[in-house]
Nanobody
Framework: VQLQASGGGLVQAGGSLRLSCAAS????????MGWFRQAPGKEREIVAS????????YYADSVKGRFTISRDNAKNTVYLQMNSLKPEDTAVYYCAAARGSGYSRHNYNYDYWGQGTQVTVSS
């Protein structure tokens, strides 16, 4: 499975961005999906994750109420809608896929990773 993340950019604080993650390859199997981010000098952290069916989600406390993860399995695409962005959201955002129908907050459960897309929020 290959993952291609897009949609990053520069936005002012309070603004919005929508990230997309398109999957190709062996997409007929079930995959839980996640968005992670890594800021300079910091470890990669979970942002949000989503089960195959879309019925189960997890959000980091820092983004609850501001970010929404969703998926369109017909398009093999996962989205991360980010609203009310803050400067501390600045990071490289990565999408990842985990084999199976569940979801996980742990990066070691993910089997495939996209290349990352930069999100910069100015104050």
């Amino acid at each position: 499975v290959q993952l291609q993340a897009s949609g990053g950019g520069l936005v002012q604080a309070g603004g919005s961005l929508r990230l997309s993650c398109a999957a190709s390859g062996r997409t007929s199997s079930s995959y839980g999906m996640g968005w992670f981010r890594q800021a300079p000098g910091k470890e990669r952290e979970i942002v949000a994750s989503l089960s195959w069916s879309g019925s189960s989600t997890y959000y980091a406390d820092s983004v609850k109420g501001r970010f929404t993860i969703s998926r369109d399995n017909a398009k093999n695409t996962v989205y991360l809608q980010m609203n009310s962005l803050k400067p501390e959201d600045t990071a490289v955002y990565y999408c990842a896929a985990a084999r199976g129908s569940g979801y996980s907050r742990h990066n070691y459960n993910y089997d495939y990773w996209g290349q990352g897309t930069q999100v910069t929020v100015s104050s």
